[in-house]
Each structure stands twice: as C-alpha cells, then as structure tokens.
C-alpha cells in the first residue's frame, strides 16, 4: 500500500490540467502513442468542446521512481461545474492528494480556489503546480505569492512545469510520490468501498468506479451497497490505465471498477460504500446524499409524431445519468413531453444538446424552474415543478420557495460588487469572513434566483475570480405570483412561470418584450401579452410581415429558387406552432434573457 | 460529360399531351458586371475583346454559330414541335450586332416551325450604342423589346452599377417607340436609399413613355453578388411593401394588368413567352447556361449547358454543351409546377396541372383545400388561383408544396 498514490489534478479551464493528465499517460506508458487523442481522459464530444469534465475518469499508472521503486498511481480526473459539486467531493475523498495545477501567467481563477477548499476541508493533501512557464509572460514567482495569499498553502517551491512542451513531468510525479501519503486502510477489515462514479455500459451493464478504503474485493462475492440496501453479485474488478484491464482482486488504497451485473444506474449511486453481504462493515463512509434533481422543465418534439422516441432517448441518456429524471407531462399548447428534473442549468443545457446532437431530436425546451411548496387550505402540502399547475391564489394558502445556502469566496477587490448582485437576487447576507485577501460571504438566497444566471453573473461581476458553493437550506413562505403569456389573447401554458411580486410587472414586461423580439414576424399581427391574475400587465405586437415572395422567377435555375423555399421550410420546422403562430424554441426560454432591474 | 436522363421508372406514369414549346437563347457578355445581377454574365475583357465597349467581331461569330449548331444537337428531342416563341436573354444581347441577329434567326427558322405569330423577344441595354442597333434589330425578325431601364434617376443608376443614364434611357425609348409597338421596360424598386415618391416617379415616368408592358422587381441582394457581401443601404420590409401597393395601384390606374407576381401588361399584351413558363411549358436553352425543360411521353427532363463562354464554346466544338441533364422526379413535379402557375394572378385550370405533370389532381388537393381555408388560394371545380393575401405569402404558400 505504500506504493500507492491516489491523487487527482484541480486546475482551471484552460490551465492544463486535461494536457497533464495526457503526459503523465504517456510518461508511464499507459496508452500507445497510436492511442493518444487530445485530453484521451476527456470522452464525451460536448466535455472535449467546452473544455469541461462532465464525468469523472481515472488513470493507474506504474510509474518508475527515481528511487528505482514502482509506484501505482491512480489519477482520478473530476469533474469542474458548480452543478456537479457533489460529485467533485466525491472523487476528491477518493483522493489522498491532489496537484493544484496553476497558469504561470495568468495565476489562480475562482474555479480552483472553490475545489481547492473542498479538498483541503476532505483532508486532501494539495500540492501546487505551476504550469505554461515556457510562456514568455510566466510569472512563477507571483503566482506562487498569489497561491500562498489566496489559497493559503506554501508554494514557494512549487513544481515549475510545461505540460505542452512536457518540461518538469518527472518532477511532479516525484513530488506526489514524496509529498502525497499513501492510502491508509485495513486490508483485512470488512470492505468498504466508495462509489466515485458510476455508468452504463452496453455490454456489461453499470460499471462502478471505485476506491476501496478498507478490505478487499474479488469476483464472485455477494456485494451490499449500504445505501440503497441492493444486493449483487460481482462479477469483474479492475483498473483503467486508462483502457479497461481485469485483476483478480482491487484492495484496500486502490481505484478501479466493479462491474456487478447492475442494470440500472439507480442502483449504484454516486458516494453510496459497497461491502460484503457475509462480512458487512458496521457503518458506510460519509458524505453520501441522494443527489435530487434542482431545476425542472418541460422537454416536448416540435413535431409531436417525434414523442415515442424522445422518450427513447431521454430512457436511454438516463442510462448513463443518474441525475435525470422524467416524467410525462402534457401541454395544451405544446402537446405531449416530459417535465424533466435537472443538477442545474449546465446539466440542462447538456442533455439538451445531448438529445440534439446524439438523437437528432428537434426539442422545444420550457423555462427552467424550480421546485415550490404550496400548502393548501385543508393544510395538505404539495408540490409544485410546472408553473403553470400553480392554482388560483384563493386555492391555496400559502406558497413556499425553496432557500439555499450560498458560500462565494471572492477576493476583496470585488465584494462590493458581489453583494450587490446577492442583494438584486433578493438574498439575505448571513455572514462575512475575511481570509487573506479573500472573502468568504455566506448569504441564504432563493433557489430560482440563484439556478439561472446567478453563476454567469457572478463571474462576470467577479472577473471571474468569485466561486460559488450552494446548499438547500428549506422551503420559505414568500410572496410569489404566476405571470402567465398569452399569445393572440390565448394562455400558452408552457410559457408560465413563477416570480417574485417585487419583480413581476418589471419581468412580465421584460419578457413580453424579449419575446417580442424572438418571434419573427408572420402573416398575421401577433400580439403577446403578460397577465398576472387576470390583469394584463404588459403588451407587444409582433408586427405582420408585409410579404415573402421571390421578385423574379423564369425558365431558367429554378434549383437555387427551390432550395430557398427548403431552407426557409426548414427554418419553420425549428419553430413550434401554438394556434397559428410558430414560436421559436428560443422565445420559449426568452426569460434567460431578462436581465435584472 | 453528358449524363442521358432515364425515362421515369413508374410505367402507369405518363404524358397524354406535350405542352407547347418556346426557345430561349442566351447572351453571355456585358460591358459591366452589375452588382445585383445573379445572372450568367460575364464582363468583356479589357486589352483583348471589347475595350471599346464592343465584342469582338470573330468572337460574335464563332458564338453565333455555336448557338446554331446547340440547336441542331436539340433537334432529336423536339421533333416535328413547332416553336411559339423566343426569348434572347443575357446577358446583354444587344452587344450583338443586328447582323448577327438576322443569321441567327434566319438559321432558326430553317431549322424549326417557327409559328408566324411568335413572339420574338431581345433584351436590350439602353445605351446610345445599342439604341442603334433597333432598327437594324427589327428589320431582323424581332417584334419586341425589353429594355433595362431599371430606374431613371442618375443617382439610383450609378448605385446599381448601370453604365446608362436617364438621358440615354430617355433616347433608347424614343428609338424603340419608332421601330417595336410592343416592349417592355424593366424597373426595379427599393433601391438603395430610395424614397417612396422616388420609385414612384419611375413608374410614372415608365407610364409615361408608353410601354406595353412594364416589369417592376424588388430589388433583391442574391447571393453570390457584389451586394450580398457588402449590403447597400435598402429600404426596410415595411417601405419596400409600401412601394409595392403603390406601384401597383399606379400601373392597375394607367390600365395595366397586374398579371404576374412582378409583371404588369397592357391589354393582350403580356409576355407570351414568359407565360409559357409559368404555365409550365417546354422549352429549349441554348447558349452558355442556358437551361431547358423539355417533355416526353415518359419523362420531363431539365438540361443545364455550361455556364463559362470559354467552356460552352470548347464544348459545342466538341460536339455539344450540355453539362447536366436530369428527369424531374414525379415528387419534385406537383412543387416546379406550382412554383411556376401560382405566380400568375389567374393562377390556373385544374386540368393543366393533370395535362402538364401527368399526375391525378389528388396528389395537392388536399395542400389546395388547406390552403383555400386559410385563405391563401381560392378555387372553384375548375381553376384555382392565389388570394390577394396568397400573392403576397407566395413563398409561404409553395412551401406547402415541398416534398418532405
């Protein structure tokens, strides 16, 4: 075990840390040279495409030291959103260490300083790198300054590397050989085991990335997973390199998998402990939560014929993802879909252009929301995942929104202007910290002030550097209203949504007027108005167009005429016809344009 | 090389009846390239042909006889056909000399029934240069003109890129007056910065010089022209529709009829050839790009013949130009034949769609139904035609027609 290394790289886009992870394989060998692609660690299209890590993967190496010993060494890469911070703690318990990878010249980003804390607070071990110092502008004696201020762990003697040009590999590998400890664990204890992540594979079913903390496991032994009570049978263990290679048996220190024969992804949940059902350790390893879903929305074929198999795909991406759920909903203005539960808005957005990309599907896609509480008057509670099943306010009798924890870590430089954003999204600040040169600000915010663009804004008014933590806290009793849309005097359901009274008239108007802009101009006169209640609070008219006609046509290339009236066709295709206006899907989500007072 | 078109696969499919046959010839050169133009045209070269202005004497000549011998390679496909009409396009015809004219059309008629009554059309610069040449154009066959006037302010003139004036316009139409009783005059609207009461004074002026027909275009930026990669300054959607209601009224005031999306005809005098197309007739093309639709008892072909002046000649010399011909396919012919008749404001017989595509009228009726109760078309147990409201939403309305 003292051979062993479990360690994962935090670093932010851009600063390396996929370019690293394809040195150390090929500085240990794990792949051929015919079998290196670009960031091999990264696999889905969508992560190599945004530069981010959707799931996690892992690496073992044998690296040969210079003390002539062969250590195993286990990179488990994570992923980087703030919607997946859970699984971030995940792989980083899985983790005695981890390389805080920095850009020599532009230095530390917000990004890593929130996985940085995360580590350091699951008792990781983090080491600085300090990459890209063949660049001219490297700066590494300020950025390792700067590491020491903001994060607050020694740098001065932080590895000098260039992953690009592989300066200083062998160096950082060294480093987490003499600075990272080994796994600790009881080989002949019960076994416990970590679920790090978790997917479906089409020929053995869920495979299970691992780390054993206590214990041993083989094949043929009757696994219990402590959260879900499942029981099953194991079937294969191993280790990626990062190909798949079998092994007899994964012990207590080691990353790897298990492939138990589970057929759904259900079954295997991210931070459950897997043991022996004939030698059951006495309690599971902390940290897990059942990962619920934080944002819904309405998911529904422009072409309703295309219901059936957007169900298909929406069965088969939940394969792979435990966090989506769906369940069939019906629209009167949209038709049959499916009201789906999301991590966040980047998750949204994924399966969305997954849906797109992958199955060719044409979506319209409703305004994301969150989940409310609505006690009614017999003192029932219920719960509310689709604006436009909000009752008439005389129904019920109170309505509760759900409250999160926000913990931002800003540097001072730019609190002024966090709060004031934490304020606009009507948060109530619970405490300030100053730690160094950062500032740690906790506010308890609503939840859908915070899923739709709080991040982006964040970042923008924070130059980035803000980083951005969140938990559910509880439901609270707010003053909330339903602005519904109505298209040509006629409610289109879909388009519904739930705000703050505050805000309403501001936001009814707003949208009316984004929409207004969305929609393109048909034949006939369309008029969108915003309604609370039965108040009309706002009105545009998306003005008829006057004519759509080709000026010339004779004998001669009629191809390029046809092929004119294709595109246009396939342009309306796109759209989504509610009475007898066609709707872009982007008017739909017109209200992530509103930008606030 | 040529690819031979195969009869349509289908063997209930057929024609009883071939429609009647026009010939278009076209022109490949101009002095100039215009900025809009979409067209195959290519500018004369400078140092080699046509500094001056001019073609080449023995280029003219050598073209010429290609198109002669273009239409004896077509003579197989339309035996026995007699040809209603002709269209010399471009281009700009008029670089060509009346001579060359009266060859052509001579060899022609040698070579096909040319109808008595055809119309024989040439499409003419208004320049001092060409204006010339009217007479001598007339004394060679041609009973009709259409001149590209397309506006008679100096301004709008220079920012199309046109290389007349408004005084040469002026010219051109007195010299056509004298030797065509029939011509039309192109104009084209929402031109760059242009006003309402400008576009406007341009019909009136076109009214004025007492053409019989009058062709007014919305000026639109085609790709693959000057203009699409760097856009004028045109008038929005809502004024050029202005344009258009004002036009209209204007010409339907002077006794035009409006017959066609952008063609306006005096009484009896609408262009034959023209509704041949859009009453989905054959024709031939001949000349650089020329493109034809030719049909048969088992097939409706359309040919395209290369598009480079250079290549079409280096082709024909080679025995024959046509660079691609293909059979429409009986999917693709309910959408051509519509594209072409609901163009016309009578829009057409029912029975000619059956005449024409071979097909039973089943096959759109359902779209014509569907379009008649939103009031794009309208239609009785014989002829259908677009609604006011159907002309204006063309596009809209032949997009129904698409095969998926």
Redesign the interface.
Known sequence: MDHIRNFSIIAHIDHGKSTLADRFIQFCGGLEMREMSEQVLDSMDIEKERGITIKAQTAALQYKARDGKVYNLNLIDTPGHVDFSYEVSRSLSACEGALLVVDASQGVEAQTVANCYTAIELGVEVRPVLNKIDLPAAEPERVAQEIEDIIGIEAADAVRASAKSGIGIEDILEEVISKIPPPKGDVNAPLKALIVDSWFDNYVGVVMLVRVVDGEVRPKEKLQFMATKAQHLCEQVGVFTPKSVQRDVLRAGEVGFIIAGIKELASAKVGDTITTVKNPAAEALPGFKDVKSQVFAGLYPVESHDYESLRDSLTKLKLNDAALAFEPEVSQALGFGFRCGFLGLLHLEIVQERLEREFDMDLITTAPTVVYELVLKDGTVTHIENPSKLPEQTKFEEIREPIITATILVPQDYVGAVMTLCNQKRGAQRNMQYMGRQVMLTYDMPMAEVVMDFFDKLKSVSRGYASLDYEFKEFQAADLVKLDVLVNGDKVDALSLIVHRSTSVYRGRELVSKMRELIP?Q?YDVAVQAAIGGTIIARENV?A??????????????T???KL??K??AG?KRMKQVGNVEIPQEAFLAILQVSDK | MTTISLPTTRSNWGLTALPPLALYIHFPWCVKKCPYCDFNSHALKFGGNGDDGRLDATLESQYVDALIADLESCLPLVWGRPVTSIFMGGGTPSLFSAESMDRLLAAIRARVKLLPDAEITLEANPGTFEADKFAGFADAGINRLSIGIQSFDDAKLKALGRIHDRDAAHRAIEIAHRHFDNFNLDLMYALPQQTLAEALQDIDTAIAAGSTHVSAYHLTLEPNTLFHRYPPAVPDDDLAADMQDAIEARLAAAGFEHYETSAFAQPKRQARHNLNYWRFGDYLGIGAGAHAKISFPDRVIRQMRYKQPADYLAKMHEGGAVQTEDAITLEQLPFEFMLNALRLTDGFALNLFTERTGLPLTKVIHEIDRACAEGLLERDLEHVKPTEQGRRFLNTLLERFLPD
């Not at chain 1, 006057?546 to 009629?558: E, F, H, N, S, T």
């Open positions: 101009r034949m003005k167009m006057r004519k759509d006609v080709l000026a010339k046509c004779y004998g001669g290339d009629i390029r005429k046809k009236l294709e246009q066709k309306k």
